[in-house]
C-alpha cells in the first residue's frame, strides 16, 4: 500500500528530476514553443515543495491536491493548469484515503488523464503530454517500472508527430522533428514514481 | 450613483500592457462606461509574461457586484488557467463565466452591453457575436 509519504516522495522526485532537467525541458520547448517550459516547472515545482512542507497534508489525496493547486497557481504557463488538474483530478478521487493500492492510484491518474484531456482539448497523437501519460497510465497494471519505460517511448514517439495543440501547432509541419516538452516533463513525472517506491526522494 | 448591479468584465492576457490596454480602449469605445467594472489580470504576479491564477481571481473578486462576472481571455495557459478555476468550484465568484470571444472585440462589445445594464447571458451573447464580424 501507498501512504502520504510515498506521495510527498513521489512529488519531491519528480521536483528535483524537473531541477535537473529543466534546460533541457526549455530547449525542446525553444524548438516548438515559448521556451519557457523548464523555468515555469522548476518554479511550480519549487511552490510545491514549500508548500507540503509547510502544510504537511496527512493522506495521499491531500498531497495530490495541494500539488495540483499550487502548480495551477504558480507555473504561469499552460502546464500549470494541465499538470494541475491532472493532480487535483487524481487527489480528488483517492479521496480522504490515508493508504491507497497501485490499482486505486492507476484509476486516479486514469481520471486525472480524462480530466487534461478535457481541459485542453487534446487527444492522443496530438503530440502532447499526453502521448506520455495515457501510454504510462496503461501500463501502470504491469508496475511503476512499466509505466516508466512506457512513458519514456510514448515521450520520444512525439518526435515525428505534427503538433495540433498549443503554441506548438501554429509551426504546423515545422514542429515535426522535435521531441515535445510536455510528454518530457510528463516522462520525468511517472519516472519519479519508480524512485519514490525505491524509497528515495532522489534530492 | 444608481443602485443597479452591473456584469463584471475581467480581461486576462499573457501581458498585462495587453490587459491594461484592452480594458482602456473597451472603456474609450464604450463611451466612458465609468459604471461597468472592469478588471484587467495580464501577465505574472512577478510581472513577466504569462497567466496568474491569483491575479485572475483577485480581478474576478473585484468586479463582482452580484451580477455575474464575464472572462474574456487571449491564448493558451490563459484559456487553460480560467478554464481550471472554474472547475475547481470556489475560486472565482458565483456566475463567473469564460467567454468564447476574440479578445480585442469581444472585450469592446463586452463592456458596451454592460454598460446597458445587461444580464451576464446578454453580455457573454454579444462578446461572442463579435466571431461573426468577417473583416475581409
Known amino acids: 500500500m501507498l501512504d502520504a509519504d510515498f506521495f510527498r516522495r513521489w512529488i519531491t522526485a519528480t521536483a528535483a528530476s524537473v531541477d535537473r532537467e529543466a534546460q533541457r525541458l526549455t530547449a525542446l520547448d525553444s524548438a516548438i514553443g515559448d521556451a519557457d517550459h523548464g523555468s515555469n516547472l522548476q518554479r511550480g515545482f519549487a511552490a510545491v515543495l514549500a508548500t507540503l512542507e509547510k502544510e504537511a497534508p496527512q493522506s495521499p489525496g491531500a498531497v495530490l491536491s495541494l500539488a495540483g493547486r499550487q502548480l495551477i497557481s504558480t507555473v504561469g504557463g499552460a502546464s500549470g493548469p494541465l499538470y494541475g488538474t491532472l493532480l487535483r483530478r487524481a487527489g480528488k478521487v483517492l479521496g480522504d484515503a490515508p493508504e491507497v493500492s497501485e490499482a486505486q492510484l492507476a484509476e486516479a491518474l486514469r481520471a486525472g488523464v480524462d480530466g487534461v484531456m478535457a481541459l485542453g482539448g487534446a487527444a492522443p497523437g496530438d503530440k502532447t503530454m499526453l502521448d506520455a501519460l495515457i501510454p504510462a497510465v496503461d501500463a501502470l497494471g504491469e508496475g511503476f517500472d512499466a509505466a516508466r519505460r512506457a512513458a519514456e517511448s510514448g515521450a520520444v514517439e512525439t518526435t515525428p508527430m505534427q503538433a495540433r495543440k498549443g503554441r506548438a501547432s501554429y509551426l504546423g509541419e515545422r514542429s515535426i522533428g522535435h521531441q515535445d516538452p510536455g510528454a518530457t516533463s510528463s516522462s520525468l513525472l511517472i519516472a519519479a514514481l519508480v524512485t519514490a517506491a525505491e524509497g528515495g526522494s532522489d534530492e | ?136
Open chain 2, 1 to 136: 450613483m444608481s443602485d443597479e448591479r452591473y456584469v463584471g468584465i475581467v480581461l486576462v492576457s499573457h501581458s498585462a500592457e495587453v490587459a491594461e490596454s484592452v480594458a482602456g480602449l473597451a472603456k474609450a469605445l464604450a463611451g466612458g462606461a465609468t459604471t461597468v467594472p472592469v478588471a484587467a489580470a495580464g501577465g505574472t504576479e512577478g510581472g513577466d509574461f504569462g497567466t496568474s491564477a491569483e491575479l485572475i481571481s483577485a480581478a474576478a473578486a473585484a468586479v463582482d457586484q452580484g451580477a455575474g462576472v464575464a472572462v474574456l481571455t487571449d491564448l493558451g495557459s490563459a484559456v487553460l488557467t480560467v478554464k481550471a478555476l472554474l472547475a475547481e468550484g470556489d475560486e472565482l465568484p458565483a456566475d463567473t463565466r469564460l467567454v468564447d470571444a476574440p479578445f480585442v472585440e469581444g472585450a469592446v462589445a463586452a463592456v458596451v452591453t454592460a454598460a446597458t445594464g445587461a444580464d451576464l447571458d446578454a453580455v457573454v451573447a454579444a462578446a461572442g457575436e463579435a466571431y461573426a464580424y468577417r473583416k475581409a
